[in-house]
Protein backbone atom coordinates (compact mmCIF):
# COMPACT_ATOMS: atom_id res chain seq x y z
CA UNK A 1 0.00 0.00 0.00
CA UNK A 2 1.03 3.22 -1.07
CA UNK A 3 2.56 5.75 1.99
CA UNK A 4 0.19 8.87 0.74
CA UNK A 5 -2.85 8.01 -1.74
CA UNK A 6 -4.74 10.63 -3.98
CA UNK A 7 -7.01 10.22 -6.37
CA UNK A 8 -5.39 11.59 -9.64
CA UNK A 9 -8.63 12.25 -11.49
CA UNK A 10 -8.82 14.79 -13.10
CA UNK A 11 -11.91 15.93 -11.62
CA UNK A 12 -13.42 18.28 -14.10
CA UNK A 13 -16.06 20.94 -12.69
CA UNK A 14 -18.11 24.18 -13.88
CA UNK A 15 -16.90 27.46 -12.24
CA UNK A 16 -18.80 28.17 -9.09
CA UNK A 17 -18.65 24.28 -8.23
CA UNK A 18 -17.63 23.04 -4.86
CA UNK A 19 -15.20 20.28 -4.90
CA UNK A 20 -13.79 18.27 -2.23
CA UNK A 21 -10.64 15.83 -2.98
CA UNK A 22 -9.42 13.41 0.24
CA UNK A 23 -6.00 11.80 0.66
CA UNK A 24 -5.52 8.92 2.98
CA UNK A 25 -2.46 7.92 4.56
CA UNK A 26 -0.58 4.71 5.50
CA UNK A 27 0.96 5.65 8.55
CA UNK A 28 -0.77 6.28 12.07
CA UNK A 29 2.36 8.17 13.55
CA UNK A 30 2.19 10.95 10.60
CA UNK A 31 2.57 13.64 12.93
CA UNK A 32 1.43 16.99 10.22
CA UNK A 33 -0.16 17.18 6.64
CA UNK A 34 -0.37 19.99 4.06
CA UNK A 35 -1.80 20.60 0.57
CA UNK A 36 0.80 22.29 -2.12
CA UNK A 37 -0.48 23.30 -5.21
CA UNK A 38 1.23 22.45 -8.47
CA UNK A 39 0.44 24.51 -11.82
CA UNK A 40 1.47 22.71 -15.43
CA UNK A 41 5.29 22.98 -15.68
CA UNK A 42 5.69 24.80 -12.68
CA UNK A 43 6.87 23.75 -9.31
CA UNK A 44 4.99 23.26 -6.13
CA UNK A 45 3.65 25.91 -3.89
CA UNK A 46 2.14 25.42 -0.54
CA UNK A 47 -1.32 26.04 -0.20
CA UNK A 48 -2.13 25.66 3.18
CA UNK A 49 -1.25 23.46 6.18
CA UNK A 50 -3.87 20.87 7.63
CA UNK A 51 -4.34 21.55 11.36
CA UNK A 52 -5.67 19.22 14.27
CA UNK A 53 -8.95 21.22 14.14
CA UNK A 54 -9.24 22.08 10.71
CA UNK A 55 -8.06 25.15 9.03
CA UNK A 56 -9.92 27.88 7.00
CA UNK A 57 -8.66 29.97 4.09
CA UNK A 58 -11.20 31.81 2.04
CA UNK A 59 -12.74 29.65 -0.41
CA UNK A 60 -10.35 26.80 0.96
CA UNK A 61 -11.22 24.13 3.74
CA UNK A 62 -8.60 21.81 4.69
CA UNK A 63 -9.61 18.87 7.71
CA UNK A 64 -7.77 16.02 9.32
CA UNK A 65 -9.38 12.97 10.08
CA UNK A 66 -6.61 10.86 12.18
CA UNK A 67 -9.45 8.37 12.87
CA UNK A 68 -9.68 7.34 9.61
CA UNK A 69 -6.49 8.47 8.42
CA UNK A 70 -7.29 11.09 5.82
CA UNK A 71 -7.04 14.36 5.29
CA UNK A 72 -9.77 16.65 2.87
CA UNK A 73 -9.30 19.86 0.53
CA UNK A 74 -12.87 21.53 0.00
CA UNK A 75 -12.74 24.35 -2.75
CA UNK A 76 -16.03 26.44 -2.86
CA UNK A 77 -17.25 29.03 -5.39
CA UNK A 78 -14.21 27.32 -7.85
CA UNK A 79 -12.45 29.57 -9.76
CA UNK A 80 -10.94 29.06 -13.50
CA UNK A 81 -7.55 29.78 -11.85
CA UNK A 82 -8.00 27.02 -9.23
CA UNK A 83 -7.23 24.46 -12.36
CA UNK A 84 -4.15 22.91 -11.14
CA UNK A 85 -2.78 19.81 -9.25
CA UNK A 86 -3.61 19.43 -5.64
CA UNK A 87 -0.70 17.65 -4.01
CA UNK A 88 -0.99 16.33 -0.07
CA UNK A 89 2.03 15.73 1.83
CA UNK A 90 2.64 14.06 5.25
CA UNK A 91 5.26 13.94 7.81
CA UNK A 92 6.44 11.31 9.97
CA UNK A 93 9.53 11.01 12.13
CA UNK A 94 10.80 11.87 15.30
CA UNK A 95 13.49 13.40 17.57
CA UNK A 96 12.98 16.84 15.89
CA UNK A 97 13.54 15.21 12.23
CA UNK A 98 10.44 15.18 9.48
CA UNK A 99 10.69 13.55 5.97
CA UNK A 100 7.94 15.16 3.92
CA UNK A 101 6.23 11.97 1.90
CA UNK A 102 4.19 13.69 -1.25
CA UNK A 103 0.91 12.18 -3.15
CA UNK A 104 0.65 12.00 -7.00
CA UNK A 105 -1.78 14.96 -6.57
CA UNK A 106 -5.44 15.32 -7.87
CA UNK A 107 -5.93 17.60 -11.26
CA UNK A 108 -8.41 19.88 -10.78
CA UNK A 109 -9.69 21.54 -14.35
CA UNK A 110 -12.10 24.09 -13.91
CA UNK A 111 -14.08 25.36 -17.07
CA UNK A 112 -16.55 27.98 -17.79
CA UNK B 1 14.35 38.16 -5.69
CA UNK B 2 14.32 34.56 -6.17
CA UNK B 3 14.14 32.52 -3.13
CA UNK B 4 15.08 29.12 -4.95
CA UNK B 5 16.79 29.07 -8.12
CA UNK B 6 18.32 26.23 -9.96
CA UNK B 7 20.18 25.90 -13.19
CA UNK B 8 20.19 24.67 -15.53
CA UNK B 9 16.14 25.42 -16.45
CA UNK B 10 16.60 22.89 -18.87
CA UNK B 11 19.19 20.09 -19.76
CA UNK B 12 19.21 18.10 -22.79
CA UNK B 13 22.42 15.45 -23.35
CA UNK B 14 22.83 11.73 -24.57
CA UNK B 15 23.24 8.55 -22.72
CA UNK B 16 25.94 8.15 -20.36
CA UNK B 17 27.61 11.39 -20.01
CA UNK B 18 27.93 13.20 -16.82
CA UNK B 19 25.92 16.33 -15.65
CA UNK B 20 25.23 18.49 -12.64
CA UNK B 21 22.92 20.99 -11.63
CA UNK B 22 23.04 23.70 -9.31
CA UNK B 23 21.12 24.81 -6.27
CA UNK B 24 20.86 27.90 -4.65
CA UNK B 25 18.64 29.43 -1.94
CA UNK B 26 18.48 33.09 -0.67
CA UNK B 27 15.84 32.25 2.44
CA UNK B 28 18.28 31.45 5.29
CA UNK B 29 17.03 27.97 5.53
CA UNK B 30 18.63 25.19 6.92
CA UNK B 31 17.70 21.96 5.29
CA UNK B 32 17.83 21.52 1.19
CA UNK B 33 16.54 18.75 -0.55
CA UNK B 34 16.48 17.00 -4.32
CA UNK B 35 13.16 15.83 -5.10
CA UNK B 36 12.43 13.90 -8.60
CA UNK B 37 8.95 13.97 -10.52
CA UNK B 38 8.66 11.67 -13.01
CA UNK B 39 6.42 11.83 -15.85
CA UNK B 40 3.50 10.43 -14.39
CA UNK B 41 4.17 13.26 -12.02
CA UNK B 42 4.74 11.63 -8.85
CA UNK B 43 7.35 13.71 -6.29
CA UNK B 44 9.96 11.24 -5.03
CA UNK B 45 12.31 12.55 -2.66
CA UNK B 46 16.30 11.90 -2.98
CA UNK B 47 18.24 13.56 -0.97
CA UNK B 48 17.98 15.97 2.00
CA UNK B 49 20.63 17.66 3.99
CA UNK B 50 20.08 20.15 6.72
CA UNK B 51 23.29 22.15 7.82
CA UNK B 52 25.55 20.17 4.95
CA UNK B 53 25.18 17.24 6.69
CA UNK B 54 23.36 14.36 4.64
CA UNK B 55 20.04 13.88 6.67
CA UNK B 56 17.97 11.67 3.73
CA UNK B 57 19.35 9.62 0.88
CA UNK B 58 16.63 7.37 -0.21
CA UNK B 59 17.04 4.63 -2.34
CA UNK B 60 18.76 6.35 -5.35
CA UNK B 61 21.30 4.92 -7.90
CA UNK B 62 25.11 5.96 -6.60
CA UNK B 63 25.27 7.66 -10.29
CA UNK B 64 23.56 10.42 -8.02
CA UNK B 65 26.02 12.21 -5.63
CA UNK B 66 25.28 15.07 -4.21
CA UNK B 67 27.24 18.48 -2.51
CA UNK B 68 26.65 20.78 -0.08
CA UNK B 69 29.67 23.74 -0.27
CA UNK B 70 27.59 25.36 2.21
CA UNK B 71 23.72 25.94 3.65
CA UNK B 72 22.42 27.89 0.67
CA UNK B 73 24.02 25.61 -1.93
CA UNK B 74 22.97 21.89 -2.89
CA UNK B 75 23.78 20.62 -6.14
CA UNK B 76 23.14 17.34 -7.74
CA UNK B 77 25.44 15.62 -9.76
CA UNK B 78 24.73 12.49 -12.07
CA UNK B 79 27.02 10.07 -13.51
CA UNK B 80 26.32 7.97 -16.69
CA UNK B 81 23.15 9.23 -17.47
CA UNK B 82 20.42 6.58 -18.73
CA UNK B 83 17.14 7.28 -20.24
CA UNK B 84 15.37 6.14 -17.23
CA UNK B 85 16.98 9.39 -15.85
CA UNK B 86 14.44 12.04 -18.07
CA UNK B 87 12.90 13.55 -15.52
CA UNK B 88 11.91 17.11 -13.77
CA UNK B 89 14.41 17.81 -10.67
CA UNK B 90 13.67 19.63 -7.90
CA UNK B 91 15.75 21.33 -5.32
CA UNK B 92 13.81 22.87 -2.06
CA UNK B 93 14.34 24.06 0.96
CA UNK B 94 12.69 24.49 4.53
CA UNK B 95 13.54 26.49 7.81
CA UNK B 96 14.97 23.13 9.45
CA UNK B 97 13.35 19.19 9.43
CA UNK B 98 10.53 20.38 11.83
CA UNK B 99 7.36 19.43 11.67
CA UNK B 100 5.52 22.97 10.20
CA UNK B 101 8.06 23.53 7.93
CA UNK B 102 6.97 24.18 4.80
CA UNK B 103 9.36 23.68 1.71
CA UNK B 104 9.95 26.17 -0.91
CA UNK B 105 10.97 24.79 -4.03
CA UNK B 106 12.95 26.17 -7.13
CA UNK B 107 11.83 26.25 -10.56
CA UNK B 108 12.82 22.38 -11.64
CA UNK B 109 15.61 21.21 -14.15
CA UNK B 110 13.87 19.20 -16.90
CA UNK B 111 16.44 16.78 -18.22
CA UNK B 112 15.95 14.96 -21.13
CA UNK B 113 18.61 11.99 -21.99
CA UNK B 114 18.76 10.76 -25.14
Known amino acids: RKEVEQDPGPFNVPEGATVAFNCTYSNSASQSFFWYRQDCRKEPKLLMS???SGNEDGRFTAQLNRASQYISLLIRDSKLSDSATYLC?????????????FGRGTSLIVHP | DTAVSQTPKYLVTQMGNDKSIKCEQN?????MYWYKQDSKKFLKIMFSYNNKELIINETVPNRFSPKSPDKAHLNLHINSLELGDSAVYFCASSQGLGLSYEQYFGPGTRLTVT
Open chain 1, 89 to 101: VVKVGGGGSYIPT
Open chain 2, 27 to 31: LGHDT
Open chain 1, 50 to 52: VYS
